[in-house]
């Protein structure tokens, strides 16, 4: 089970932390990472990590602005968001793959999202 928290309000060019906690099972042998998606659009890649090394991907409209990390001792990811842009408003997921890639269908597991609203 993938928990998300840390959404919000915020104003364009703030701030916010997402953190997602897994539970049940350990997710240290998984690929994690972060999808969104806004209303009336398809759910998008945001973010990912890998599971050994830490290697991240992010996606081109988010790149230097967020940026990813783990904790596998605390079996916990983070999506630290700065600058943020009205565009960026969406349900963020927390999603979980053995194979983690940029397409959604490569999600094992997904979090039930947490609403990030950005006011412009």
């Known amino acids: 089970q993938l928990a998300e928290s840390g959404g919000g309000l915020v104003q364009a060019g703030g701030s916010l932390r997402l953190s997602c906690a897994a539970s049940?099972?350990?997710?240290?042998?998984?690929?994690m990472g972060w999808f969104r998606q806004a209303p009336g659009k398809e759910r998008e890649f945001v973010a990912g990590i890998s599971y050994i090394v830490g290697l991240t991907n992010i996606a081109d409209s988010v790149k230097g602005r967020f940026t990813i990390s783990r904790d596998n001792a605390k079996n916990t990811v983070y999506l630290q968001m700065n600058s943020l842009k009205a565009e960026d408003t969406a349900v963020y997921y927390c999603?979980?793959?053995?194979?983690?890639?940029?397409?959604?269908?490569?999600?094992?597991?997904w979090g039930q999202g947490t609403q990030v609203t950005v006011s412009s």
């Open positions: 999603a979980a793959g053995r194979r983690l890639s940029t397409a959604p269908d490569s999600v094992d597991y």
């Open positions: 049940g099972r350990t997710f240290s042998s998984y690929g």
